[in-house]
């Protein structure tokens, strides 16, 4: 298997533009999980999907940000505009759950994003 | 609320040393699940161990082990024999039922050749 596959690897973009982050979750798995990290903050939950559907976007830091899962493959997380305050490690995870059970989660490489 | 603690900012040793990594959860629900993944100089983030909290058997995988103990609520992670490959961050998360993670803000360890 693949893996978790994320895009770009890394983004450097300039304030006021709109960044795209994609990911690709492994097949079969049901669940995906956009993370950021930073120094400060460390890893912190942004948005969570179960079977493509937003479960809690209670971490998304304010309406600059969105996510979509358009379907199972697939997922994207917008900035826009960006901020040079939202430069981090964005990472994406995904993993299989069902009922009350829970399988770990699989994080992709991640995406460092730099805003200047 | 859902907490987990890990005490050690930053753990420095020599080659061949063992090393534990604490571990402290709080959580009220009686069903959750226990990780630790590791993050190696290069950034990924790497699953290393899951466990319930039903399963209280302490884990071996080679040069690591886990010991999970509810009395104390704490998945303390020894790392044997260290190496220098072994240097990382290293994150405890809880999961409470089928909710995301919650990460520790996690331990850096060093191992000096």
């Known amino acids: 298997d693949a893996g978790v596959i994320q895009s770009p690897r890394h983004e450097v973009t300039e304030m006021g533009q709109e960044v795209t982050l994609r990911c690709k979750p492994i097949?079969?798995?049901?669940?995906l999980f956009w993370y950021r990290q930073t120094m400060m903050r460390g890893l912190e939950l942004l948005i969570y999907f179960n079977n493509n559907v937003p479960i809690d976007d209670s971490g998304m830091p304010e309406d600059r940000f969105s996510a979509k899962m358009p379907n199972a493959s697939f997922s994207t997380l917008k900035i826009q505009p960006s901020e040079p305050r939202d430069s981090a490690v964005y990472f994406c995870a995904s993993s299989w759950a069902s009922g009350r059970s829970s399988y770990e989660q699989y994080f992709g490489p991640g995406t460092r994003l730099t805003v200047t | 609320a859902q907490k987990v603690t890990q005490a050690q900012t930053e753990i420095s040793v020599v080659e061949k040393e063992d090393v534990t990594l604490d571990c402290v959860y709080e959580t009220r629900d009686t069903t959750y699940y226990l990780f630790w993944y590791k993050q190696p100089p290069s950034g990924e983030l790497v699953f290393l161990i899951r466990?319930?909290?039903?399963?209280?058997q302490n884990e071996i995988s080679g040069r690591y082990s886990w010991n999970f103990q509810k009395s104390t609520s704490s998945f303390n992670f020894t790392i044997t024999a260290s190496q220098v490959v072994d240097s990382a961050v290293y994150f405890c998360a809880l999961m409470p039922g089928n909710t995301p993670l919650v990460f520790g803000k996690g331990t850096r360890l060093s191992v000096i050749a």
């Open positions: 466990r319930n909290s039903f399963d209280e």
């Open positions: 097949s079969g798995h049901n669940s």
